[in-house]
């Protein structure tokens, strides 16, 4: 199912905060200077979000901030919510996420209450 008009901007949104992401993740490998991790950083820039999250994981994981890697994790879980059209319904509760928590939390999974209980992001 599509995504209403109301939440279709949301979608470049996402890819700009995914890009943001992984080029902060890129930069962060880079920072070892080792010319591997320099080529493997530059190639893994260029890679489908998925697959690139998967190759920090693999490779990078115990090196990298765990909270970039989930960034990125839950980036594509939106991503996917919105192509299905729940991206505004939390996960946790089902009430309606507002337009304006999504655009300034636009990974947001769940609303503020449950996040306030305990849930992630």
Same mark, same amino acid.
């Given at each position: 199912?599509p !995504?209403?008009p109301?939440?279709?901007?949301?979608? !470049?949104?996402?890819?700009?905060?995914? /890009?943001?992401?992984?080029?902060?993740?890129?930069k #962060?490998v #880079?920072?070892?200077g080792?010319? $591997? %991790? &320099? /080529?493997?950083?530059?190639?893994? #820039?260029?890679l489908?979000?998925?697959l690139?999250?998967?190759?920090? /994981?693999?490779?990078?994981?115990?090196?990298?901030?765990?909270?970039?890697? %989930?960034?990125l994790?839950?980036?594509?879980?939106?991503?996917? /919510?919105? $192509?299905?059209? &729940?991206?505004?319904i939390?996960d946790?509760?089902?009430?309606?996420?507002?337009?304006? +928590?999504?655009?300034?939390? !636009?990974?947001?999974?769940?609303?503020p209450?449950?996040?306030?209980h305990?849930?992630e +992001?």
């Open positions: 199912m !995504p209403s109301a939440l279709a901007d949301f979608a !470049p949104l996402l890819a700009r905060h995914q /890009r943001a992401v992984l080029h902060h993740l890129c #962060e #880079e920072r070892s080792h010319p $591997e %991790d &320099v /080529r493997t950083a530059q190639w893994v #820039e260029h489908e979000a998925g690139a999250l998967k190759v920090f /994981r693999t490779l990078y994981s115990p090196h990298l901030r765990k909270a970039a890697l %989930d960034a994790e839950h980036i594509r879980k939106a991503q996917r /919510r919105l $192509e299905r059209g &729940v991206y505004d939390c946790d509760c089902g009430t309606t996420l507002a337009l304006a +928590w999504l655009k300034r939390h !636009p990974a947001a999974l769940r609303c209450a449950c996040i306030s305990g849930g +992001w």
